[in-house]
């Protein structure tokens, strides 16, 4: 999972942040939380993000494919560990070694876990996955009986232990959405039936970090937090702040600084103009590092900015691979200065959630997508050893 970072910007990722997160979120929910850190911890670090939040409190760890969670194990993280998607082709004989609980969504996915039993003396632990209205991934509810049936019956042959049965929500950052109701009703139904074919899973668990700070009635017996570990806000609007930290910040040194005259263009299709005279400086970081073109000027509704010497400076003209411009209002602070890109609140540039609203997208696009030719550093770790 290392990355050979080929450029001057740098990603911080705070580990006291994911840590303090995890011990919130584990205390508001009050029951057991599942740390999601698939698709490399949303941008953090998979490795250092699961340690991180195992130190704060985090009873089990997340994946969303069998090898995200094969590679974590890999690296030394224990303890429970939950994996939800997984093809055909994927190695269930690793994962039950490994004491990695797999998802099924169906009977032929459960058939193939069985036929990766091969001599296997422990039962692998196996979650079922139910649809109770996303369309998404999970059993639909036409196929409950047959899922618990099979399930039921490789329980008893020892082939597997049914360790859980979930479910995800689709609107749960909506929490007046008529959605949320109703998927939640369908899950204490499928639990019913699943008692009726003698399944008794110990984790029953629905919510996402939306879910887990704006429905209490839906978090059963785990938690299953992602964005909010990494302490961005689930549901923006929807008074969901437990004080949550961004754990992440984007910095780059500014790369030039010009004067520019009035009637002066900008960057790739000129869409921006210079009315009057100013300065402008030049980021070294682009959409080959996961900076949103849609958050160029004129293009979004209110563009994105960045902070140097602690004043926001908003792009000016089309986001490009490698680099992208800023407004300096006249000011010229020195080549090499420190530009903040997003972080928390207080870090002296604008947070995720503010480059989200200006790319028309969600916070969780902004920190995944962050990679490309930036370094990523660690601070806050508890441990001597190198955190990644
Ligand atoms: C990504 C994911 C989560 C975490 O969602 P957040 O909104 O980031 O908390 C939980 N469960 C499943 C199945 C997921 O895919």
């Given amino acids: 999972m290392s990355r050979l970072p080929l450029g001057p910007a740098e990603t911080v990722v705070d580990l006291a942040a994911i840590r303090a997160n995890a011990r919130l979120l584990r205390a508001t929910a009050g029951v057991p939380l599942v740390a999601v850190v698939k698709a490399d911890g949303y941008g953090h670090g998979a490795i250092a993000s699961a340690r991180a939040a195992q130190q704060g409190g985090a009873d089990w760890i997340g994946t969303a494919t069998v090898e995200e969670a094969l590679a974590l194990r890999a690296a030394g993280i224990q303890g429970p560990m939950l994996c939800w998607i997984g093809g055909p082709d994927a190695d269930y004989a690793a994962a039950a070694a490994a004491g990695i609980d797999v998802s099924a969504h169906g009977v032929a996915q459960?058939?193939?876990?069985?036929?990766?039993?091969?001599?296997?003396?422990?039962?692998?632990?196996?979650?079922?996955?139910?649809?109770?209205?996303?369309?998404?991934?999970?059993?639909?509810?036409?196929?409950?009986?047959a899922l618990f049936a099979r399930a039921a019956e490789g329980e008893r042959d020892g082939t597997w232990r049914i360790t859980g049965i979930w479910t995800h929500p689709a609107c749960a950052d909506e929490p007046e959405h008529p959605a949320n109701d109703r998927q939640e009703q369908a899950f204490r139904e499928a639990l019913v039936l699943a008692g009726e074919h003698g399944l008794r899973p110990e984790l029953r668990h629905?919510?996402?970090?939306?879910?887990?700070?704006?429905?209490?009635?839906a978090r059963f017996d785990a938690v299953r937090c992602g964005i909010a570990l990494y302490g961005l806000d689930p549901a923006p609007g929807q008074a969901t702040d437990i004080g949550l930290v961004p754990a992440m910040t984007v910095h780059a040194p500014l790369a030039l600084v010009k004067d520019l005259a009035p009637g002066d263009a900008v960057?790739?299709?000129?869409?921006?103009?210079?009315?009057?005279?100013?300065?402008?400086?030049l980021i070294p970081l682009g959409y080959g590092d996961g900076i949103p073109r849609h958050a160029s000027s004129p293009a979004a509704v209110q563009p994105a900015a960045v902070g140097i010497g602690g004043k926001r400076r908003p792009i000016r003209g089309t986001v490009c691979m490698d680099q992208f411009v800023v407004d300096l209002g006249?000011?010229?602070?020195?080549?090499?200065?420190?530009?903040?890109?997003?972080?928390?609140?207080?870090?002296?540039?604008?947070?995720?959630?503010d480059w989200a609203?200006?790319?028309?997208?969600?916070?969780?696009?902004?920190?995944?997508?962050?990679?490309?030719?930036?370094a990523r550093t660690y601070v806050g770790g508890l441990d001597e050893q190198d955190p990644t």
């Fill in 206 to 217: 629905f919510a996402n970090s939306a879910t887990a700070l704006l429905r209490p009635s």
């Fill in 330 to 353: 006249g000011d010229r602070p020195e080549v090499g200065s420190d530009v903040v890109v997003f972080g928390p609140p207080g870090a002296g540039g604008p947070t995720a959630q």
């Fill in 357 to 374: 609203e200006a790319a028309g997208t969600i916070n969780y696009e902004i920190v995944t997508r962050i990679g490309g030719r930036t």
């Fill in 267 to 281: 960057s790739y299709g000129h869409r921006w103009v210079a009315e009057h005279a100013t300065t402008v400086g």
């Fill in 110 to 145: 459960l058939d193939a876990m069985a036929a990766a039993d091969a001599g296997r003396t422990e039962p692998a632990r196996v979650q079922l996955k139910l649809d109770t209205g996303m369309s998404r991934a999970g059993a639909g509810r036409g196929e409950w009986a």
